[in-house]
């Protein structure tokens, strides 16, 4: 909605229609002006914008009461039957909560309803089936995020004992300024080395954000155990592309997010 007609909405009337259809949309473009004596109506290709009115190629066409009569008695009895709700075809409501926010000069409030609140009530209609599915271009916010970080498991020995390599392979890098590669035989513990070393980073650098990048599905379901043991759900994003997201976080103050590139 442009922002030059919150102030037009703030003076509309408390009985603003909106007709609503079953299949489809209420598409019409009618424009009725009339007086006491005569009647004359506009309809045509162009939405009531900008565009619409002044630089779109449309077509409009005018039907006056003194020269078609019936005509303009077609479209006036098509506005009576929206606006009183007697239309088979249509349901009629009343102005939106959302616009009488607006009139009350609520916009921005806490009682406003979002963009992403618009995008959220189509997704809950979609998945009960009273919608189409979202336009392929909408993301939906992400959910709630649990506050917590992570935490090295209570009890795991990786500083001494027969993952001491571990407790190295950490040292290592913190003393390299937290740069270099980590190069251990698989089953070694690379995750869990990687894990506790972002937790040290973590607890000294928060707010924190994790990337793990991995090529296959299989590794990337690892990841997600590992990191429930650390103490962070997983909670997955939305599919881009041919790339896949699991996200851990923001947890308080930590973010994990996997991808997997096929």
Partial sequence: MPASWLPSFRNLPDYCPHALMRR???????WIFSDADATLVAHGSSNPTELGLIYN??????????????????????????????????????????????????????????????????????QKGLAPPLPVNVRLPLPPVPKEQLQIPPGRRWEDGPFAHQGRAVQAWEEKQ?????AIATGGGKMISSLIAATRLQDEVAPLLVVV???????????????????????????????????????????VVAARSV
């Fill in 57 to 126: 190629f449309e077509t409009v066409s005018i039907e006056r009461s003194w020269a078609e009569r019936a005509k303009v008695e077609v479209f006036a009895e098509l506005f009576r039957g929206v606006w009183e709700g007697t239309d088979p075809t249509t349901l009629t409501i009343k102005m939106p909560e959302g616009l009488r926010l607006l009139k009350a000069g609520k916009v921005g409030s806490a009682d406003c309803p979002t963009v992403d609140d618009f995008w959220t009530a189509w997704h809950e209609d979609a």
């Fill in 213 to 255: 990048a991995a090529p296959y599905k299989p590794l990337i379901e690892q990841w997600e155990r590992e990191a429930k043991l650390f103490g962070v759900p997983p909670i997955p994003l939305v599919g881009i592309g041919q790339k896949e997201y699991h996200f851990f976080g923001p947890v308080g103050t930590t973010s």
């Fill in 24 to 30: 489809g949309m209420f598409h019409p473009k009618v």
């Fill in 178 to 182: 937290r740069r270099g590669i980590l």
